[in-house]
Structures are given as C-alpha cells and as structure tokens.
C-alpha cells in the first residue's frame, strides 16, 4: 500500500506542477459551454436579405410589412434595402447577403388586376440550411397576400414566388468538405512545427542545439516550412478522399485556377495556424501542455468560423471574434472556390488577410522562441 501511494503522489505532483495544465483542464469545458452553445442555437437568425423593391403598391408595402415583422420577432432575416439590382446581386456572389428579394414595378397592377403576380428570390445555396431559412421565411411573407377573403374556390391568379439557386445543386454534406479541409489543416498544424520543439524539451535533445551556431530564426524557420511541407500534403489529400466519399471528382470540377486558389489558402491557413501555435506553445516543456491547449484552440477557432453554422446567426461577441478568426476567412475562401467555384478575385480579401496574419504570426513566432536552457 505504501508503494502504491508513492506512485499516487508522484503522478498527483507531476500534475499539479503545470499550473496552466491545470487551469486549462477547468477552464476548457466551460469554453465548451459558451462556444458550443453559442455556435449551435437551433433556428437560424439575422440571415442579410436584400430587397430590391420597384414596386411602391400596397401589395408590395403589405411583403414588406410581413418582413419586418419577421425581422423583428423570430429574425430569422435582417432586411438590406438595395436601389441597384445589380449591386444585391454582386453582394450575393461575395457572401454578403444569403438572398436576394426583387419585388417588380407591376406587381401589385398585376393583383389588382388578377394577373399571375411573380417576384423573385436569389439564394446563395452554398449553405442550404441558410437558403432554405431564408427561402422559408420569404415564402412565409408570401403567403395569402391578395386573399382579402377566404375564397370559395381557388383564384386562377395569385402571387407567385420563384426561387432561383445561384449555384449548381448542393447537398449538406458536401458544404462540409471546406471546414473539413480546414480541420486537417489545424491537426496537421498541431502535430508538426512546435510540437517537434516540445518533444525535443521533453526528451532531452534540444540541448544539442545550443552546441551549434543554428540560431532561433533558423529552427523556427525550419520548424515552420516542414510542417507547412507536410500539412499542405495532408490538407490535400482530406481533400481529394472527402470528396470522392461525397461523390465529387476533383478533375471534373476544378481548373488550374481553381487548384492553385486553393493551393494558396491552404499554405497561408497553415501559415497563419502554425504561427499561432508557435507564439503560445514555443515555451512548453511537456506535450501533455499541447495536446491540453490543441484542444482549447480547436474548439474556440473552428467552431466560430462559420464551417458549420453560419456566422450571421452568431451572438455579437462571438461575431465579433469571428472577423480576428484567421479559420473564418479559411473557410469562407474555401467555400467560394469549391462550392461556388470563384477564382482568386472573389477572395482576394481573405487572402490578404490571411497574408497579414501569416505575417505577424511568424515574425511573433521567431521572438517568442527561446534559444536556452
């Protein structure tokens, strides 16, 4: 019993000597609490619908009445008045807006006058949860407008709402594909760069690097530009196989472009993530303390990107860490070129961004090393 208890104490000391193991250790699920359950909240809200309205008529007043309401009490939309067309849907294509509402100038002539009254409605189906809510809460809008009276029979003419999809046929899990990318991306950061620098601390062997004139730009260097080698690969390649789970074959949908758009956003994703994992964990002494903090990491930047629920129906703190969120301009850049099959124009925002943080991250990185015992 003695001896059983020495073992018990030893390991119960090893613990307790990590502090930031320890806190990490109760902090984590209460972060879990508070991400999750702020990513995750059921119906979606403040989905942005643009609405062109050229219609001044009562009918058309009367949608708009609808909306606002709809926007006040579930929210399921926030309404963005547009004057241009044009201008809504090149807001559509950048992901600004989830539909776009065009209301013509005789469509409440057409009611009056018993007419087949059409509108209609752009989705981003990108993100099918997202249009369908925004398909819903408009066809909701819709509904009964002209029916002054319960009919004895049905109208021939009515209100008709035409929903037109901006890109090809999405299914849900295929719009999981760039999260998942993003995902392999953070693991593979995880497992290479730093964590070769803890293992070293761990075992004993860095001590040999201070024998050489390496200095600590050339192994943070190193470090970076072998993970960034490896998990490039890797990122690939959950590329390539999640895509022919779901039926997608590469070959047939992207172009040289395309692959070089993608090659781009995984090398500054990989970047940027590397970085950061370097300034927080270049000082570790034990991997226990990355895979504690790995997992912290993975929680409060994946969650929040938008790779599974869209950023719009966020809390506003959490919305507002999402615009610092290096994986949320991963995904959303990711999602433009495989789903909507944009070039490096249409995400040349996020690239820079990306770039930017790239850059501060591994400059941080190389000051935050420490060449010593």
């Given at each position: 019993?003695?001896?059983?208890?020495?073992?018990?104490?030893?390991?119960?000391?090893?613990?307790?000597?990590?502090?930031?193991?320890?806190?990490?250790?109760?902090?984590?699920?209460?972060?879990?609490?508070?991400?999750?359950?702020?990513?995750?909240?059921?119906?979606?809200?403040?989905?942005?619908?643009?609405?062109?309205?050229?219609?001044?008529?009562?009918?058309?007043?009367?949608?708009?009445?609808?909306?606002?309401?709809?926007?006040?009490?579930?929210?399921?939309?926030?309404?963005?008045?547009?004057?241009?067309?044009?201008?809504?849907?090149?807001?559509?294509?950048?992901?600004?807006?989830?539909?776009?509402?065009?209301?013509?100038?005789?469509?409440?002539?057409?009611?009056?006058?018993?007419?087949?009254?059409?509108?209609?409605?752009?989705?981003?189906?990108?993100?099918?949860?997202?249009?369908?809510?925004?398909?819903?809460?408009?066809?909701?809008?819709?509904?009964?407008?002209?029916?002054?009276?319960?009919?004895?029979?049905?109208?021939?003419?009515?209100?008709?709402?035409?929903?037109?999809?901006?890109?090809?046929?999405?299914?849900?899990?295929?719009?999981?594909?760039?999260?998942?990318?993003?995902?392999?991306?953070?693991?593979?950061?995880?497992?290479?760069?730093?964590?070769?620098?803890?293992?070293?601390?761990?075992?004993?062997?860095?001590?040999?690097?201070?024998?050489?004139?390496?200095?600590?730009?050339?192994?943070?260097?190193?470090?970076?530009?072998?993970?960034?080698?490896?998990?490039?690969?890797?990122?690939?390649?959950?590329?390539?196989?999640?895509?022919?789970?779901?039926?997608?074959?590469?070959?047939?949908?992207?172009?040289?472009?395309?692959?070089?758009?993608?090659?781009?956003?995984?090398?500054?994703?990989?970047?940027?993530?590397?970085?950061?994992?370097?300034?927080?964990?270049?000082?570790?002494?034990?991997?226990?303390?990355?895979?504690?903090?790995?997992?912290?990491?993975?929680?409060?930047?994946?969650?929040?990107?938008?790779?599974?629920?869209?950023?719009?129906?966020?809390?506003?703190?959490?919305?507002?860490?999402?615009?610092?969120?290096?994986?949320?301009?991963?995904?959303?850049?990711?999602?433009?070129?495989?789903?909507?099959?944009?070039?490096?124009?249409?995400?040349?925002?996020?690239l820079a961004f990306l770039a930017v943080f790239a850059f501060i991250m591994v400059a941080a990185a190389t000051l935050a090393y420490k060449r010593r015992l």
């Amino acid at each position: 019993m003695i001896r059983f208890l020495a073992v018990v104490e030893r390991d119960l000391r090893k613990f307790l000597r990590n502090p930031m193991v320890v806190l990490v250790s109760i902090l984590m699920p209460i972060l879990y609490l508070i991400i999750l359950g702020n990513s995750f909240q059921g119906e979606l809200k403040n989905l942005p619908l643009a609405v062109v309205r050229m219609d001044s008529g009562p009918y058309a007043e009367k949608i708009m009445e609808r909306l606002r309401s709809i926007e006040a009490g579930p929210r399921t939309v926030a309404l963005y008045y547009a004057a241009d067309q044009g201008f809504a849907m090149e807001g559509l294509k950048k992901g600004l807006f989830k539909g776009v509402l065009i209301i013509p100038p005789d469509f409440s002539r057409d009611i009056l006058h018993k007419k087949t009254a059409e509108a209609g409605i752009f989705l981003d189906n990108s993100e099918p949860i997202a249009s369908n809510s925004v398909r819903n809460a408009v066809s909701a809008a819709f509904s009964g407008i002209g029916s002054e009276f319960a009919a004895v029979r049905e109208e021939r003419a009515r209100p008709l709402l035409r929903d037109i999809e901006v890109y090809k046929k999405i299914d849900y899990d295929q719009t999981l594909i760039p999260g998942v990318v993003i995902m392999a991306i953070f693991l593979g950061a995880m497992t290479t760069g730093v964590f070769n620098t803890v293992m070293d601390k761990f075992l004993g062997t860095e001590e040999s690097y201070l024998m050489t004139p390496i200095t600590k730009t050339d192994i943070v260097m190193g470090l970076l530009a072998s993970g960034l080698f490896i998990t490039t690969i890797l990122a690939f390649l959950v590329l390539f196989i999640s895509s022919l789970i779901l039926g997608i074959y590469l070959w047939q949908v992207l172009t040289w472009q395309t692959v070089f758009a993608i090659f781009l956003v995984i090398v500054l994703s990989t970047l940027c993530l590397q970085g950061l994992l370097f300034v927080m964990l270049s000082r570790a002494d034990h991997p226990r303390i990355v895979g504690v903090f790995g997992g912290f990491l993975n929680v409060i930047l994946f969650f929040p990107s938008g790779a599974i629920y869209p950023v719009e129906s966020f809390p506003w703190w959490l919305k507002a860490f999402s615009t610092v969120n290096p994986e949320t301009y991963s995904v959303h850049a990711m999602r433009a070129i495989f789903s909507k099959g944009e070039g490096l124009g249409a995400v040349k925002g996020d690239l820079a961004f990306l770039a930017v943080f790239a850059f501060i991250m591994v400059a941080a990185a190389t000051l935050a090393y420490k060449r010593r015992l």
